[in-house]
Nanobody
Framework: QVQLAESGGGMVQAGGSLRLSCAASGRTFGGYAMGWFRQAPGKEREFVAAISGSGGITYYTDSVKGRFTISRDNAKSTGHLQMNSLKPEDTAVYYC????????????????????WGQGTQVTVSS
């Protein structure tokens, strides 16, 4: 079992920054892949970024490349999503997820690949 809890969401103006955190508990954090997804009103939940269990491999959806950075601190069992140059279209509920079946060097980009999810944190970017 893995429990995930997001924090750090809020409201910012376009061009601003936010740092989301995902606190994990229940299993050895470095043993599984992590990802961030988001869901805007009326839309499907979409992939944002992923990081391997070792932290050495990352992957981003095209729309956030160069603006968002995913990271993890395995010693603190915490993952982060640094979001810079935010745009109104980034407005969504952001979820962190864990794939406990993936190996330490795998990144997972599909929603179906993840078996644990947090409750989400709202990010609102005003123009």
């Amino acid at each position: 079992q893995v429990q995930l809890a997001e924090s750090g969401g809020g409201m910012v103006q376009a061009g601003g920054s936010l740092r989301l955190s995902c606190a994990a508990s229940g299993r050895t954090f470095g043993g599984y892949a992590m990802g961030w997804f988001r869901q805007a009103p009326g839309k499907e939940r979409e992939f944002v970024a992923a990081i391997s269990g070792s932290g050495g491999i990352t992957y981003y959806t095209d729309s956030v490349k160069g603006r968002f950075t995913i990271s993890r601190d395995n010693a603190k069992s915490t993952g982060h999503l640094q979001m810079n140059s935010l745009k109104p279209e980034d407005t969504a509920v952001y979820y962190c997820a864990a794939d406990t079946q993936a190996g330490p060097v795998a990144v997972v980009t599909t929603r179906a690949g993840y078996d644990y999810w947090g409750q989400g944190t709202q990010v609102t970017v005003s123009s």
